[in-house]
Nanobody
Framework: QVQLVESGGGSVQAGGSLRLSCAVS????????MGWFRQAPGKEREGVARIVTRDGRTAYADSVKGRFTISQDNAKNTLYLQMNSLKPEDTAMYYC??????????????????WGQGTQVTVSS
């Protein structure tokens, strides 16, 4: 089983940046995909970004394309989400997750079986 611990959340003004980190431990080689998800108050959790661990292919939700970047540092067993040009609507709890296999064209939440506890991101206007 994979253990995931997020960090890097906080409060920032609109237009600012944050970088989230997700420390990965456990049997990571069983996870072919890693992703970031978010859940705002009163809303369903949604996929934000996804990376294929083997070759680094990425996918993003339309709402974050061009502003967020997902990356991985395999030597440090860490997943990142660089968030630029943040907007108040980006305010949410952000979670990292791992999947054995994933759909390449879209981010499918049900494919992710291991989840972190989340880190809060708050963007003020």
């Amino acid at each position: 089983q994979v253990q995931l611990v997020e960090s890097g959340g906080g409060s920032v003004q609109a237009g600012g940046s944050l970088r989230l980190s997700c420390a990965v431990s456990g049997y990571r080689s069983s996870s072919s995909c890693m992703g970031w998800f978010r859940q705002a108050p009163g809303k369903e959790r949604e996929g934000v970004a996804r990376i294929v661990t083997r070759d680094g292919r990425t996918a993003y939700a339309d709402s974050v394309k061009g502003r967020f970047t997902i990356s991985q540092d395999n030597a440090k067993n860490t997943l990142y989400l660089q968030m630029n040009s943040l907007k108040p609507e980006d305010t949410a709890m952000y979670y990292c997750a791992a999947a054995r296999f994933c759909t390449l064209s879209v981010i499918v939440q049900g494919e992710y079986g291991d989840w972190g506890q989340g880190t809060q991101v708050t963007v003020s206007s």
